[in-house]
């Protein structure tokens, strides 16, 4: 079935990530029995950061949907209200969460790659990318932008975004704000 936006026009063509889990996948409160992902307190708190624009130090369900309608913009409020159902969800909230849940078999980068590559071809759809800047407020992306962006995150110089070179960018992106941070710490 086809989904419809609000106008009745055919929603975008990016669809929901669909996560890699298997029956058993789903740890509970014993997280150190098992492997998965750690998730550290910091990140916690810089992923609530990124969600809490205004700085509130609460989330509702319409700063997510500020956040995540780029990605995902055939979201109901009713979906978001749905994954925030508190009405006082703080950065404790979140780390309770997270904390007493652990997922194993998971990789949080090739999940977030699926948004860029809903065919799952393996690459990066440029016309996904380009909606998803242009919803981001970047405006409209010409042929000449999306070469540029393109180029910058195409490590292996295939002329494409793999997963491995969107994996290498995030990674890049992590280790210089690690070392941007130490540098400031030091000027301080």
Not at 36 to 61: C, H, M, N, W
Not at 79 to 94: A, G, K, M
Not at 139 to 164: F, P
Not at 173 to 183: D, F, I, R, S, W
Request: glycine letters at 6%; zero cysteines; hydrophobic letters at 35%.
């Amino acid at each position: 079935m086809e989904s419809k936006d609000r106008a009745g026009t055919n929603a975008s063509p990016i669809p929901y990530p669909k996560f890699n889990m298997k029956k058993g996948d789903w740890k509970g409160k014993d997280k150190d029995s098992q492997p998965g992902v750690k998730i550290t307190r910091e990140e916690v708190e810089s992923a609530f950061a990124f969600f809490d624009v205004q700085g509130k130090g609460v989330l509702r369900p319409k700063d997510l949907k500020a956040r995540l309608g780029a990605f995902y913009p055939q979201m109901t409020n009713k979906e978001y209200r749905f994954l925030i159902s508190e009405p006082n969800f703080t950065v404790d909230t979140l780390w309770n969460l997270l904390d007493n849940n652990n997922i194993t078999n998971f990789d949080p980068i090739k999940e977030a790659f699926k948004v860029y590559d809903p065919q799952e071809s393996g690459f990066v759809d440029p016309e996904v990318l380009q909606s998803i800047m242009s919803r981001m407020g970047y405006g409209e992306m010409t042929k000449e932008d999306m070469d540029v962006l393109v180029k910058t995150a195409d490590v292996d110089g295939d002329g494409r975004i793999s997963l491995e070179d969107f994996r290498s960018m995030l990674n890049f992106n992590k280790h210089a704000e690690t070392a941007e941070g130490a540098t400031d710490s030091k000027t301080e």
